[in-house]
């Protein structure tokens, strides 16, 4: 049995080994951080601060079509992914353990265990056989993608929250005779409306910075940021590639913060 005055934080090293990990992690980010206001055209040599790359980011007709491009579709995948992620939620822990349950969790998290870019190969070849049978060749190939690749991501924190609900409260709503939509929509969804922020918020940070499955099915000039920021690096690293890798940061910390403020709010 371990000491109740044991803690982890006393072992020999930890203080060195938090240190590196955190060095390790961030410093990278803040490095591109402070180059993007670097004032001179390399990305390498600091010259001064300044707002210009993200300027000449901003007048740039291609990334405000890639940028819009990439919220498009981030935003119907995170809907898509969430709903369809909630009925699995509700289908797989709203009921009792029934044969084959695992199975069932093991293939929604599939693309989370198989690497992405047999996903990408996958989706690469049924939507081929589409677009030659249909001639579409639209937006509806990467947001379909992409929702099926961000289902999981929003499947974990939904089902997370269904399992730590209180089921006496749907019960006793049963009990005053709501009929099964009416305890749904005034106690299940309330309660689990928290989850599902987290799996949209989620689904649509996986989406914005996805590049693999974007780089196999897109057709041309559906380059989203990501992939753009791709072409633009295999020709040389510039400083408004920086500007904008630390505008989608942003982005990223800023849906981080209002979805801790709306879960603490809520709780």
Not at 10 to 16: D, S
Not at 128 to 147: D, N, P
Not at 212 to 220: D, N
Not at 260 to 266: A, V
Request: glycine letters at 6%; hydrophobic letters at 55%; charged letters at 10%.
């Amino acid at each position: 049995m371990a000491s109740p005055n044991f803690s982890v934080s006393r072992l020999p090293g930890f203080t060195g080994i938090a240190i590196f990990a955190f060095v390790a992690l961030y410093l990278p980010i803040f490095t591109l951080t402070a180059y993007s206001f670097n004032a001179g055209s390399s990305s390498m040599d600091w010259e001064g601060f300044s707002l210009r790359w993200y300027t000449v980011a901003w007048q740039n007709d291609v990334v405000q079509s890639a940028a819009l491009r990439s919220l498009v579709i981030a935003s119907w995948a995170a809907v898509i992914a969430t709903f369809v992620a909630t009925m699995a939620a509700l289908g797989t822990t709203r009921r009792a353990a029934f044969k084959g349950q695992t199975f069932i969790y093991v293939m929604i998290n599939q693309p989370l265990m198989v690497p992405e870019i047999v996903t990408a190969v996958a989706l690469l070849i049924f939507f081929a056989s589409i677009k030659v049978a249909t001639g579409y060749q639209g937006l509806g190939y990467l947001i379909l993608a992409h929702s099926a690749f961000c289902i999981p991501f929003a499947y974990l924190p939904i089902r997370a929250r269904l399992e730590g609900m209180d089921l006496s409260l749907e019960t006793a709503a049963s009990d005053l005779y709501a009929t099964s939509w009416q305890a749904f929509r005034h106690v299940t969804l309330p309660l689990l409306a928290p989850g599902m922020v987290a799996g949209a918020m989620l689904a649509f940070v996986v989406s914005l910075d996805d590049v693999v499955i974007t780089e196999f099915v897109k057709s041309g000039g559906q380059d989203t940021l990501p992939t753009y920021m791709l072409g633009q690096i295999r020709r040389g690293v510039t400083p408004d590639v920086n500007a904008i890798s630390t505008a989608l940061l942003g982005v990223t910390i800023l849906l981080l913060t209002v979805f801790f403020l709306l879960t603490r709010n809520r709780d």
